[in-house]
């Protein structure tokens, strides 16, 4: 029989074809294996665990009280400044004992004294305008109500001419260190719950506990949304809440 001989036109068309299909296929491979490592790498993944965060709050009422307040004024000489500081330090410690603060819930801080100088131009021109002299007077108690109510009674006494700066009362709980292990728990208790709602509602369940980071304690008034990153504490309120958070993560 007769083989006719092919043009090379036709026989590189061939070539090219064939090169072609077997680059297809080498292709069709790879993008096939490499799916598969996708694939395992998502399964993995979603095997680690689910991880949800658990809250608990409760609400807490100070009982400690810090009030610290600065009596501070200015007189042409260092004397009579310290001389005028002294008496107001005294009507104050005065207005403090006769509201029901026992004297020995009293600090009188040292007075410190220092020159107000002139300047002209940016520059001190060495002549001395007055001197200003400090001190402070602070209230420790647990008492909270009653220095609640003397801070709030106390501008009839800085009506006289009394010169003291009063920024308020700082309130505590001393109670943070038992309250603390009871949220945390609590926390727990709640992400177990919203882990087992996540996962029933598609069938699955929670396995066991992988993993638990406990977050900040946020101490904020009532009804706040205030949190920070490194916890919160609000001293300017008797009644506060005390909030805790937990990130947990189980095997699903």
Known sequence: MTQLNESPIITVERRKAV??????????????????????????????????????????????A?????VSLSSPTVATAVNKVDADVAAL???????????????????????????????????????????????????????????????????????????????????LPALRPQLMAEAMKDAKVRAEALTSAVGGEIGSLVNVKAGPIQITTPDSTMTADYGAYDTSTIEKTVTATVSVTFKS
């Open 93 to 175: 410690s005065k207005y403090l004992t006769q509201g029901g603060i026992p004297e020995v819930a009293l600090t009188l801080g040292a007075i410190s004294t220092y020159a107000n100088e002139e300047y002209s131009n940016g520059n001190p021109t060495g002549r001395i305008l007055s001197y200003r002299a400090t001190r402070e007077v602070t209230v420790r108690s647990k008492d909270v109500q009653l220095v609640s109510q003397l801070s709030q009674g106390i501008g009839t006494l800085l009506a006289t001419g009394i010169n003291a700066n009063n920024y308020g009362p700082q309130y505590y709980i001393s109670n």
């Open 66 to 70: 810090v009030w610290v307040l600065n």
């Open 19 to 64: 090169t072609i299909i077997i680059a297809a296929v080498i292709m069709s491979l790879a993008i096939g294996g490499g799916l598969m490592q996708v694939g395992s790498g998502f399964a993995s993944r979603s095997s680690d665990g689910i991880t949800v965060t658990g809250s608990a709050k409760t609400t807490a009422t100070a009982d400690n």
